[in-house]
């Protein structure tokens, strides 16, 4: 039974820590199968997860930003997997802010409803009557196998002949071909796969643009700019890793000997001096992602060079964020010892799953000289932020 959408992020919360056991039970799976089991992805949809930005209007629970960062995070301290897709698929929930009313409402009456969107390649488009013939492949669709619809960018000719400005364009599972291509080191629960359509018919009311939204609710995380949004709904998963495996950490530092002492490890100074570091590095980092975005927020009406300013800010945010996990789960690692190494941990995972994420370019470390450059003056030189 789907969580009510008047329902707190407590609530939200709460069926997070009741997954826990399933998550454990079936974790042997992530790994092996290269996707989350269906038992898994289903406990996931029923709790409501995949819906964290649908609009009251549609029934959805319409959290801010600010919420939806708690519960990603929550989410990505059980497991970066899950953290992942909930982030991912609670993230394109928003697109009840951009459809008709009519189209979002008759795509999320699936219980099972997720949308599976990427951004690392541009498709081609064609108009036709009613709408576009689309054609393309895309990476990183992660949720594939489970994706009732798909999102992929495509760019449609202008009447000079050049590509106009990337269109969101959604397919019907039906019209979709998954490529099996999610062979990697961490995240390997979210099965990320590549996916492609072949001049498949987009009617016009399943588009709309990236760059220059229009908006049909008038709540913010409809008003965010789309690539600030599509941003945030995965920065702020390394730090729910990062914050699990810390909880990790401490609950083995307080039952592992000391070595060559009576006490526990968390009697050892240097392990004390790390906690603290760590505590301090993902508060920070955590409290900087959490200005950015309201700068955003603020910066949205204003317009003009604020927005700017605000969207390269968000986005040396989310590069800091992520930096600062990994520092945290590799300072973990290296005084955890070989408890570090064993697949059967948080901890191994957690390393594996932190370093996966921060490749995400929504987070790249290039987003520091990007913020150099309007620092100093410079015109960004790309509009991908």
Known sequence: MLVPAEASVATYLAAIDRLAPL???ERQHFDHDRRLPDAVFNALAEAGLFRLYLPRSLGGPEFSPFDFMTIVEAASALD?????IVGNGGGMSRIGGYLSAEVARSWFADPLAFVVSAT?????ATEVERGYRVSGRWPFGSGAHHATRFMGLAAVKTASGQNGPPLCCYFDRSEVRVHDTWFVSGLRGTGSCDFEVRDSFVPFSHTHALVDLQPTERGIPYRLPGLSAFAWTISVVPLGIARGALAAFIELAGRKARLGSSGTMRDSEPVQDMVGRAEVALRSARALLAEAMAELIAAIDAGGGRLVEARVFLRTACANA??????VVDMIAAHAGTAAIFETGTLERSIRDVHAAIKHVAMNPSCYAL???VSLGL???TWRF
């Open 23 to 25: 998550v454990a039970a």
């Open 379 to 381: 015109d960004p030189g």
């Open 322 to 327: 992520a930096e600062n996990a990994a520092r």
């Open 371 to 373: 913020g150099g450059r």
């Open 120 to 124: 690392g390649a541009v498709g081609t």
């Open 80 to 84: 970066g997997s899950v953290g992942w």
